[in-house]
């Protein structure tokens, strides 16, 4: 994830490497809300046992790691909702060791 604020502008550019080979299959944008993870307020997260407010600024990057689908099967990235990720059958990280 990479904010992109309104006055901001997102360049993507590819610079290869020599005597390299790349295929970029696709860069997917998503919009989201301003102010989508809690900023010390009376519903702010904290960590269990504690009255700490924790939260996470907007300027900050995730990366998906695994979608898991919670009680479900596998689904497949064509099946997704036009975000094509594949979520995985949780139960292997519940029943077995993953």
């Not at 604020?5 to 919009?31: C, H, Q, R, Y």
């Not at 497949?76 to 975000?83: K, L, Q, S």
Request: aromatic share 14%; charged share 15%.
């Amino acid at each position: 994830m990479v904010p992109c604020f309104k006055t901001d502008k997102l360049n993507v550019t590819f610079w290869p490497s020599s005597n390299s080979l790349a295929f970029v299959n696709g860069i997917e944008f998503v919009s989201m809300p301003n102010n989508m993870y809690v900023k010390h307020q009376d519903n702010s997260v904290s960590f269990v046992n504690s009255k700490i407010p924790f939260d996470i600024p907007d300027a900050t990057a995730f990366e998906t790691v695994y979608c898991l689908n919670v009680g479900r099967a596998t689904v497949a990235n064509i099946n997704d909702t036009g975000m094509f990720r594949t979520w995985l059958d949780d139960s292997p990280y519940i029943f077995e060791s993953a």
